[in-house]
């Protein structure tokens, strides 16, 4: 009853130094998506991938790309990462297209950018 | 622009109140809107709604839709410790959700 994993938990980078968050689902759900939750500013969207072999940009995409692996995968990486993207991300999944369905959450990632 | 705004911001009650959270929208394509519970880690969901005037109950919370007036509320009744946390709201845009900052409830013993 895994549900959608991420990993790692937390990480620590240097600026410039490049990572990728890993996402991972088990309920056969077609669209994943990519959030980051800063303070004040509620959950913004990344990046999402409606279905199989799809991605889309979300309100926040730049200096972020990602790849929808297959039905179950779908990661986040950053090629040079900035203070700026300091933040707790959250990846997350729905059976169908948002809006019919609500979101199962990951237990997040807390990334610091020093 | 699609947007979601929530109130208050944040809120301090004693054990035992009535609390009621705001949230406001615009956003096309409508489909639906929910309302999650974040406390450290990821939100957990509690509401879906989709329909005008239809009341939602799960123990001491419930929640309510507009579809006029383009808003939601969620009640919280007989308030416990427990319940302090950061509550979410979200409606749907084309292929996903468009987040508030949340209102964040402490509630006092």
């Known amino acids: 009853n895994a549900g959608v994993t991420q990993t790692p938990k937390f990480q620590v980078l240097k600026t410039g130094q490049s990572m990728t968050l890993q996402c991972a689902q088990d309920m056969n759900h077609n669209s994943m998506y990519w959030y980051r939750q800063d303070p004040g500013m509620g959950l913004r969207l990344i990046y999402y991938s409606a279905s199989e072999g799809t991605t889309d940009k979300g309100e926040v995409p730049n200096g972020y790309n990602v790849s929808r692996l297959n039905k179950r995968e779908f990661s986040l990486r950053l090629e040079s990462a900035a203070p700026s993207q300091t933040s707790v991300y959250f990846c997350?999944?729905?059976?169908?297209?948002?809006?019919?369905?609500?979101?199962?959450f990951g237990s997040g990632t807390r990334l610091t950018v020093v | 622009e699609d947007k979601v705004v929530q109130s208050p911001l944040s809120l301090v009650v004693h054990e035992g109140d009535t609390v009621t959270l705001n949230c406001s929208y615009e956003?096309?394509?409508?489909?639906?809107l929910l309302w999650y519970k974040q406390e450290k880690k990821a939100p957990t969901f509690l509401f879906m709604l989709t329909s005008s005037g239809i009341e939602k109950k799960s123990g001491r919370l419930s929640s309510i839709l507009d579809k006029k007036e383009l808003f939601s509320i969620l009640n919280i009744t007989a308030t416990q410790t427990g319940d302090s946390a950061v509550y979410l709201c979200a409606t749907s845009g084309t292929y996903k959700y468009i987040f508030g900052t949340g209102t964040r409830l402490k509630v006092l013993a």
């Open positions: 997350a999944s729905s059976e169908a297209r948002a809006g019919y369905y609500g979101y199962t």
């Open positions: 956003v096309t394509n409508f489909r639906s």
